[in-house]
């Protein structure tokens, strides 16, 4: 009886043993969760991985992404020094949820920039735009804010070529070639996003950025993954 309880003992530690081996290498490394690898900044293989929910006419969402870019070289080697991928996860919430008919359009334009690996330079082109032309004026920057209305309808066709990007990209709009995958994107966003901007970093979530805030607290956003 005692040696087939030892052996009981050892099986049970055996298969524990085992699947926690399985479940290590089943788990998914940040570069197997990435949804589009245009969207990333860092490396691929970096341990640490940060999650950005957002959308483009989301005024909160943008006041951390400016300060962002603002600070860009000094967010990369945070990122760098850390061991962080970052991703943004660009979706049409707004939109979908009624708040903004622009929210569509500005998302077509970001995911056609992506598609030819210009995603970054059109996604800052885009926040620079809306905060010369709307943001600072204080048209569509809050909740409370007069929305912006009358957008030309050439506003991201025109921030394209700003950087860049030619006929493919406008074929790309003028055929809303991205508009399937900007609806799933969505889709899933939503299902595990609080609200725009929603964050996620390893064990650390959050949702929302106050409109006076700046890069010290991006950074604090940064650490508070890195601290759990």
């Known amino acids: 009886m005692k040696h087939m309880r030892t052996v009981a ?11 926690l081996i399985m479940g290590s290498s ?15 900044v860092g490396e691929l293989d970096s341990p640490n991985y940060y999650i950005m929910y957002t959308d483009l006419m989301c005024p909160y969402c943008d006041v951390f992404s400016r300060a962002v870019m603002e600070h860009w070289e000094e967010f990369r080697d945070y990122l760098a020094e850390h061991k962080i991928l970052f991703e943004i996860r660009l979706t049409d919430a707004l939109y979908e949820g009624g708040g903004s008919q622009y929210s569509r359009d ?12 210009k995603f970054w330079e ?24 007069p929305a912006i209305q009358n957008l030309p309808s050439d506003y991201w066709l025109k921030i394209g070529h700003n950087v860049g990007l030619g006929e493919r990209f406008d074929q790309c709009l003028q055929n809303h070639e991205s508009v399937a995958e900007i609806e799933n994107n ?11 901007p929603s964050f996620k970093f ?7 950025f106050d409109s006076s805030w700046g890069w010290d607290y991006v950074k604090k956003y940064l650490d508070a993954g890195l601290s759990k």
């Open 122 to 145: 059109f996604y800052h082109a885009a926040l620079q735009a809306l905060w010369d032309d709307y943001h600072s004026k204080g048209i569509g920057d809050s909740k409370t804010s």
């Open 186 to 196: 969505t889709y899933r966003a939503m299902q595990v996003s609080q609200g725009m």
């Open 26 to 40: 089943t788990r998914q490394s940040p570069k197997d969760q990435v949804w589009d690898e245009a969207t990333t």
């Open 106 to 117: 500005a998302a077509e334009g970001a995911y056609c920039a992506a598609r030819e690996d």
């Open 9 to 19: 003992i050892i099986t049970v530690i055996v298969l524990l043993f085992g699947l």
């Open 202 to 208: 390893n064990r650390f979530t959050t949702a929302g």
